[in-house]
């Protein structure tokens, strides 16, 4: 096949009827085509050869070209593309390295093997344009509902014709009953859109929380105006679901627009997701009212939160509490999910019984360090102290307050739990020279014997053992995987050590050691307390 005269325009002709096929700019499939018959044309002419086509935009003419550069004596390797100065200036006045010298070469013939290699090099270009261009098309709606039509299932997942692309729908982000056929029209998530070698993968989800929420903005127009705004949203796709909304407008219930008139709104979103039940419930900046408005319908008697733990402990009466965890845990675990808590959910009776075994395990305590009788360590249970340092160093005028205690009693109880401590603190520092811990971490400000031995029965017997370690490791944590979140045991935790005086303490120890300097350490925090200005500053400004 010769590039003539004849087919000069059939070349524009076929790439205007590729491009608008295919829905790409014609420019593109030039370009491919350009590319392919330089190729050609290097398989006539020799591959060393830097052979390039410009096929004319108006005219279809293609014009094939050699080129060849001016390069350096010593960097002089391919006398095909490049010559050196000195040859260059047969061809070129003033010849500089760099420049390229362009002559029109006569065009190729091309055999069956050569045409059919620049078809698929075509075909090539035009996938890869496409691609690009459904990727740019979809990027950008990731995020948000998209309307389909079923093309066909495969090994459970669905394939969804979303117009200029195929989305799919994989098995777990459908809800569990549906069922689909070809043909049949499909709403449905945009999860991701990623660029992959095979072109550009949408991943579509029915189960996604997003899906839900995006649904009410649909169906709720305060919810599209920002007037409310949803806060959080569980699900147990095509079971039961809670969705969490605030108002910023005084006088617009979010619960009533949200559920409409006569349910109209939430229904219509219950309809879409084949007829899963959806609770709504008003978002609460205080996290135990917002737990107790979670845990509908069931009623809640008390609420005991721990931040730190981010766990959370909730009393309710005997005869609530299958309605409190619901069929099979569903109501207290999307309670959970809300709420970014664990919820521990006990009876009054089980309180009320664990109250009773604190107090006797905290009576016997005293008791037996002490040297009480039952009715007095019982009233120093009752009068809020649970351990000894609280006997030992807190106020004398705060054991006064205790029926029967006078001065003298008071200081003689100060003087019993403090022989008891240091009795303790000695054989606790004993025990970890024993394990061989070294002065230098015995030495350290804000370390007890207790933790010290603590420590050493944990390895960390050296101020750089102990500089190496990270916060975690000390005051504890939880890590989440896989959605379940898992406790992290800390060495300092049972001393009710925080992350915070974890952090404070490392960096201590790193900085005597050398190994953080304070002045950088300051500097760097003066950087990140100017950010936050910073931004205050321009979220003011906006």
């Given at each position: 096949?010769?590039?003539?005269?004849?087919?000069?325009?059939?070349?524009?002709?076929?790439?205007?009827?590729?491009?608008?096929?295919?829905?790409?700019?014609?420019?593109?499939?030039?370009?491919?085509?350009?590319?392919?018959?330089?190729?050609?044309?290097?398989?006539?002419?020799?591959?060393?050869?830097?052979?390039?086509?410009?096929?004319?935009?108006?005219?279809?003419?293609?014009?094939?070209?050699?080129?060849?550069?001016?390069?350096?004596?010593?960097?002089?390797?391919?006398?095909?593309?490049?010559?050196?100065?000195?040859?260059?200036?047969?061809?070129?006045?003033?010849?500089?390295?760099?420049?390229?010298?362009?002559?029109?070469?006569?065009?190729?013939?091309?055999?069956?093997?050569?045409?059919?290699?620049?078809?698929?090099?075509?075909?090539?270009?035009?996938?890869?344009?496409?691609?690009?261009?459904?990727?740019?098309?979809?990027?950008?709606?990731?995020?948000?509902?998209?309307?389909?039509?079923?093309?066909?299932?495969?090994?459970?997942?669905?394939?969804?014709?979303?117009?200029?692309?195929?989305?799919?729908?994989?098995?777990?982000?459908?809800?569990?009953?549906?069922?689909?056929?070809?043909?049949?029209?499909?709403?449905?998530?945009?999860?991701?859109?990623?660029?992959?070698?095979?072109?550009?993968?949408?991943?579509?989800?029915?189960?996604?929380?997003?899906?839900?929420?995006?649904?009410?903005?649909?169906?709720?127009?305060?919810?599209?105006?920002?007037?409310?705004?949803?806060?959080?949203?569980?699900?147990?796709?095509?079971?039961?679901?809670?969705?969490?909304?605030?108002?910023?407008?005084?006088?617009?219930?979010?619960?009533?627009?949200?559920?409409?008139?006569?349910?109209?709104?939430?229904?219509?979103?219950?309809?879409?997701?084949?007829?899963?039940?959806?609770?709504?419930?008003?978002?609460?900046?205080?996290?135990?009212?917002?737990?107790?408005?979670?845990?509908?319908?069931?009623?809640?008697?008390?609420?005991?939160?721990?931040?730190?733990?981010?766990?959370?402990?909730?009393?309710?009466?005997?005869?609530?509490?299958?309605?409190?965890?619901?069929?099979?845990?569903?109501?207290?675990?999307?309670?959970?999910?809300?709420?970014?808590?664990?919820?521990?959910?006990?009876?009054?009776?089980?309180?009320?019984?664990?109250?009773?075994?604190?107090?006797?395990?905290?009576?016997?305590?005293?008791?037996?360090?002490?040297?009480?009788?039952?009715?007095?360590?019982?009233?120093?249970?009752?009068?809020?102290?649970?351990?000894?340092?609280?006997?030992?160093?807190?106020?004398?005028?705060?054991?006064?307050?205790?029926?029967?205690?006078?001065?003298?009693?008071?200081?003689?109880?100060?003087?019993?739990?403090?022989?008891?401590?240091?009795?303790?603190?000695?054989?606790?520092?004993?025990?970890?020279?024993?394990?061989?811990?070294?002065?230098?971490?015995?030495?350290?400000?804000?370390?007890?014997?207790?933790?010290?031995?603590?420590?050493?029965?944990?390895?960390?017997?050296?101020?750089?053992?102990?500089?190496?370690?990270?916060?975690?490791?000390?005051?504890?944590?939880?890590?989440?995987?896989?959605?379940?979140?898992?406790?992290?045991?800390?060495?300092?935790?049972?001393?009710?050590?925080?992350?915070?005086?974890?952090?404070?303490?490392?960096?201590?120890?790193?900085?005597?050691?050398?190994?953080?300097?304070?002045?950088?350490?300051?500097?760097?925090?003066?950087?990140?307390?100017?950010?936050?200005?910073?931004?205050?500053?321009?979220?003011?400004?906006a």
């Amino acid at each position: 096949m010769a590039i003539t005269s004849a087919n000069q325009l059939e070349l524009l002709q076929t790439a205007e009827a590729v491009a608008r096929e295919k829905m790409i700019d014609p420019g593109l499939v030039i370009e491919a085509m350009e590319e392919s018959l330089a190729r050609a044309a290097k398989s006539r002419y020799g591959a060393e050869m830097d052979i390039r086509v410009s096929i004319d935009r108006k005219t279809g003419r293609a014009t094939f070209t050699r080129v060849r550069t001016v390069v350096e004596d010593e960097e002089f390797e391919n006398y095909q593309s490049e010559f050196t100065v000195a040859q260059a200036k047969q061809y070129m006045a003033d010849p500089q390295i760099g420049d390229t010298f362009v002559e029109e070469v006569p065009p190729v013939e091309m055999g069956r093997i050569a045409a059919q290699s620049a078809k698929q090099v075509i075909l090539q270009k035009v996938r890869e344009a496409e691609r690009d261009r459904q990727y740019e098309e979809f990027k950008d709606r990731a995020g948000t509902i998209i309307n389909g039509l079923v093309k066909r299932e495969e090994y459970g997942n669905v394939i969804v014709d979303v117009g200029a692309g195929e989305g799919i729908l994989r098995r777990n982000e459908k809800i569990g009953r549906e069922s689909y056929r070809p043909n049949d029209r499909i709403r449905c998530y945009v999860k991701d859109v990623r660029r992959e070698p095979r072109g550009p993968q949408i991943f579509l989800s029915r189960t996604a929380p997003e899906f839900m929420a995006e649904l009410f903005k649909m169906e709720v127009p305060e919810i599209y105006d920002g007037i409310i705004e949803i806060k959080a949203v569980a699900r147990d796709p095509g079971s039961r679901a809670k969705i969490a909304v605030i108002s910023y407008d005084g006088s617009i219930d979010p619960v009533g627009a949200c559920v409409g008139m006569r349910g109209s709104r939430v229904q219509a979103v219950v309809n879409e997701l084949q007829g899963e039940k959806i609770d709504i419930i008003p978002w609460n900046e205080d996290q135990p009212t917002f737990l107790v408005n979670a845990l509908q319908p069931a009623e809640v008697s008390k609420v005991v939160l721990d931040e730190e733990a981010e766990r959370i402990e909730v009393v309710v009466p005997e005869e609530q509490l299958s309605l409190a965890i619901g069929r099979r845990g569903q109501n207290v675990r999307l309670a959970s999910q809300l709420t970014g808590l664990d919820i521990d959910i006990m009876t009054e009776e089980e309180e009320s019984a664990r109250r009773q075994a604190e107090f006797e395990q905290r009576t016997k305590l005293f008791m037996d360090t002490l040297d009480l009788d039952e009715f007095f360590a019982q009233l120093l249970v009752s009068e809020g102290f649970t351990n000894l340092e609280e006997v030992a160093y807190v106020e004398l005028d705060e054991l006064l307050v205790i029926d029967g205690v006078d001065e003298d009693t008071a200081a003689e109880l100060q003087a019993r739990a403090a022989e008891y401590l240091d009795a303790q603190n000695k054989a606790a520092l004993e025990n970890a020279r024993t394990l061989g811990v070294e002065d230098s971490l015995v030495e350290f400000e804000g370390l007890t014997p207790q933790m010290i031995e603590a420590l050493a029965k944990d390895g960390v017997k050296t101020l750089e053992d102990f500089a190496t370690c990270a916060d975690w490791e000390l005051a504890g944590g939880w890590t989440t995987v896989d959605g379940e979140r898992t406790k992290d045991d800390g060495i300092l935790e049972p001393f009710e050590v925080s992350l915070e005086e974890a952090q404070n303490m490392v960096m201590t120890a790193r900085i005597q050691l050398g190994w953080v300097d304070p002045a950088e350490l300051k500097s760097e925090e003066e950087e990140v307390s100017d950010e936050s200005e910073e931004e205050v500053t321009t979220e003011a400004g906006a």
